[in-house]
C-alpha cells in the first residue's frame, strides 16, 4: 500500500462515511477505497459501509435498490387544500407555476404530504437537476435534497465548482410518497406534466438526471440507469446525462467513481457551452 497520511486517512473516514472526495484526492480514490476496506477499527456503521464498499456493483443489485424500500411511515397529517390548479399551464414563471399548483391533490400522495417540494435554485440556470421524490425532511422543510442524499449533491456539485445557485433542482414527484417508496410510472402519471412544465420555463441546456425514475420519466421504459450512465442522451434538444442517485451512493460508496465520472463530463459540455458564447 502507498503512503498514507493524516490528510488520506481523514479523506477515508469520510468517505466511509458517504461524503464525496474533494478534487484534490480523485486521484487518490483508489489507495482510500483500499484503506475504507481495511481499516476494521471503525465503528460498525463504518464498518457496514465499508460492507458495502466490497461488493460488486453489477445490474441486479442495481435493479434491487429500485425496488420499493420498506420504511415506517411518519406520522404526517393530511392537508387538504381546495386551491384551483387549472391554470398552471399558462404560468410564464416559475412562481407562478409554483404559486398555481401549490394546493394540488391530483394524487394519493398530496393526502399525507407535509408540504409540496416543487423545487430549488435557480430557475434560469443553463444546468438543471432531476432527482426521484421528496424524503422525509425534503417534506418537512418543502425544499429538495436537503438530507443525507442533498449534503452529498451539494458535494458534488462542489466539486464542479458548482453551487445551487447555478443549478435548479426538482423532483419527478412534488410529494413525499408514503414509506419513501420508489413511485411507479403510475403514480407518477399525474405529477409528471408539472416537471415538463418546469423544464419548458428553465430551458436548461443540459439536465443531470439522477437514479432511475426521472430516466423513466423523461424516456419511458427501455432505458436503464446501469446501462446509460453517463451517456449523452437527447430530450427534446436538451443533452441528458443519467447518473446515479446520491442516496444510491451512501451505502455504496465505491459507486461514486462513475458519479464522478458522469459529473466531470456534465462540467465540460457546461464549459464549452460557455466558451461558444
Ligand atoms: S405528487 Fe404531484 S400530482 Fe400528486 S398531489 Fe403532489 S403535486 Fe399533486
Request: hydrophobic share 35%; with cysteine.
Amino acid at each position: 500500500m502507498q503512503k498514507i497520511n493524516n490528510k488520506i486517512l481523514l479523506e477515508s473516514i469520510k468517505f466511509a462515511e458517504g461524503e464525496f472526495l474533494p478534487l484534490q484526492f480523485i486521484e487518490k480514490q483508489e489507495l482510500i477505497e483500499e484503506i475504507v476496506q481495511k481499516f476494521d477499527t471503525l465503528n460498525n456503521i463504518q464498518a457496514e459501509k465499508i460492507e458495502s464498499a466490497d461488493m460488486e456493483i453489477d445490474d441486479n443489485m442495481l435493479s434491487q435498490f429500485d425496488e420499493p424500500t420498506e420504511i415506517i411511515q411518519e406520522g404526517i397529517q393530511p392537508q387538504i387544500s381546495d386551491k384551483s390548479i387549472s391554470n398552471w399551464q399558462e404560468s410564464t414563471s416559475m412562481l407562478e407555476l409554483s404559486n398555481a399548483v401549490s394546493g394540488c391533490m391530483k394524487c394519493k400522495f398530496g393526502e399525507t404530504r407535509t408540504n409540496i417540494v416543487f423545487g430549488d435554485g435557480n430557475p434560469n440556470a443553463e444546468i438543471m437537476i432531476i432527482g426521484e421524490a421528496p424524503g422525509k425532511n425534503e417534506d418537512l422543510s418543502g425544499i429538495p435534497f436537503v438530507g443525507d442524499a442533498g449534503k452529498l449533491l451539494d458535494k458534488i456539485l462542489e466539486a464542479i465548482k458548482l453551487s445551487r445557485q447555478d443549478v435548479y433542482i426538482a423532483n419527478v414527484v412534488k410529494c413525499r410518497p408514503p414509506g419513501n417508496k420508489t413511485p411507479t410510472e403510475d403514480e407518477f402519471a399525474e405529477c409528471l406534466p408539472y416537471l415538463k412544465k418546469q423544464i419548458e420555463l428553465v430551458s436548461p441546456k443540459i439536465i443531470l438526471t439522477l437514479g432511475a425514475v426521472p430516466l423513466l420519466a423523461l424516456f419511458g421504459k427501455g432505458y436503464q440507469i446501469t446501462k446509460v450512465r453517463g451517456q449523452e442522451l437527447d430530450y427534446n434538444g436538451i443533452i441528458v446525462i443519467p447518473t446515479f442517485h446520491p442516496a444510491y451512493l451512501i451505502y455504496n460508496p465505491s459507486a461514486k467513481k462513475y458519479v464522478w465520472e458522469d459529473v466531470q463530463k456534465l462540467e465540460k459540455i457546461y464549459q464549452n457551452i460557455q466558451s461558444e458564447k
